[in-house]
């Protein structure tokens, strides 16, 4: 394990598929008409597999074209921080090819992932290839 100068380690590929999957909120980089855009999403895991919804504009259209992509989530190991209680903080990163779900089988399974709101799908996928992680402890 590595540190930096501000006691942060980087994670192994083991923990960071761990703390992705305690996640809810993320970020997808995408590019847009030759612009980089960081989009809010909600997500879950299939077996290590990253799902986000679609909705009609710039992650649809990376998803339809097969474009690679950065997705990012991070939180805290829950405490509270009062009382100077300081929180663990994580942070990790996957790098893959975004991809629509199309099979309505693989359409199923998202759907039972999680509430979704209102009407589920479509979904897109990503299978990370490159995943990276950084935590600091308290």
Known sequence: MSFDHD????????????LITS?????????????PLILPV?????????????????LDRAADAGQVV???TDGTDGRDNSDDEIAA????????????????????????LREWGRSAGPFAMLTPQLLSGRSRAP
């Open 89 to 112: 903080e994580w942070s990790v990163e996957a790098i893959g090819q975004l991809r629509r779900v199309d099979d309505p089988r693989e359409v199923e399974s998202c759907c039972r």
């Open 70 to 72: 950065c997705f990012q």
């Open 23 to 35: 996640g809810r909120l993320g970020r997808v980089a995408v590019t847009d008409r030759a612009l």
């Open 7 to 18: 006691e942060v380690h980087t994670l192994d590929e083991a923990a960071c598929r761990s």
């Open 42 to 58: 909600v997500f879950a895991c299939l077996d290590g597999d990253i799902v986000v919804r679609l909705d009609p504009g710039a």
